[in-house]
């Protein structure tokens, strides 16, 4: 599990530095061009933002693996790696359909919200998490 949350945290925060920076200059150029739309520009932006948070907060559960309630902590970092590729991924693709031809991606809109549900739930996990004595104290 400590791999897993490493490996995925690690990738995650490298995404989000390059999809964050692929919104400040490609993304911006082509909003003169009426593909992408300034609310769609902040929006994957956010979700950049947001991915980055919660990479970083992935990499920080590794330490609190060992002294709080490992099941806990486990099932927040899997919120967070849920809520990353739910909420993020989700808004990625609906503010950048029509730049990449496609269409029709209604059925994304109710998976940006769910995500940010496994994101609230992983932060929430973590506050119960040290209320609840690890198993090894």
């Avoid at 902590?73 to 609906?94: E, Q, T």
């Amino acid at each position: 599990m400590k791999k897993r949350f490493l490996v995925f945290s690690g990738f995650s925060g490298a995404i989000g530095v390059a999809l964050g920076a692929m919104a400040a200059h490609l993304l911006k150029s082509k909003l003169e061009t009426g593909l992408i739309t300034e609310a769609n520009l902040q929006a994957f932006e956010t979700a950049a933002k947001y991915q980055l948070f919660h990479s970083i907060a992935l990499l920080a559960l590794l330490a609190l693996l060992d002294p709080f309630n490992q099941k806990l902590i486990a099932k927040a970092g899997y919120c967070f790696m849920a809520g990353i590729v739910l909420f993020s991924g989700s808004l990625y693709l609906l503010t950048t359909a029509k730049l990449m031809g496609i269409s029709d991606v209604r059925w994304l809109g109710p998976i940006t919200p769910i995500g940010g549900l496994f994101l609230i739930s992983g932060w929430l996990l973590i506050a119960f998490a040290g209320f609840k004595k690890s198993k090894k104290s």
